[in-house]
């Protein structure tokens, strides 16, 4: 069973930047795809940028150019850098690694990390 424990949220002045770390209990990134989601208040979770084996990224449109996704092989670490941060990015953001031919549903999920942007 894959565990994953995310860290890096906070509150964030607009503009401002953090960066999320999400920590695997083991080796996933030859065999999963990891990706970052996101919930805000009311609203149902959605992709925010997801990274498979040889380096292919998926975003979605709203932080095209603002933010990057990474990992770090030797650390079982995934980031997600995120810059030019808006009021309306805030929201429970959650790790994910699901195999290639599953959806992220049937995945394994992070317990969430909340990131606020406002004045």
């Known amino acids: 069973q894959v565990q994953l424990v995310e860290s890096g949220g906070g509150l964030v002045q607009p503009g401002g930047s953090l960066r999320l770390s999400c920590a695997a209990s083991?080796?996933?990134?030859?065999?999963?795809?990891m990706g970052w989601y996101r919930q805000a208040p009311g609203k149902q979770r959605e992709l925010v940028a997801e990274?498979?084996?040889?380096?292919?990224?998926n975003y979605t449109d709203s932080v095209k150019g603002r933010f990057t996704i990474s990992t770090d092989n030797a650390k079982n670490t995934v980031y997600l850098q995120m810059n030019g941060l808006k009021p309306e990015d805030t929201a429970v953001y959650y790790c994910n690694a699901r195999r290639l031919w599953i959806g992220p549903e049937n995945g394994a999920w992070g317990q969430g990390t909340q990131v606020t942007v406002s004045s």
């Open positions: 083991r080796s996933l990134f030859s065999r999963y795809v």
């Open positions: 990274i498979r084996n040889g380096g292919n990224t």
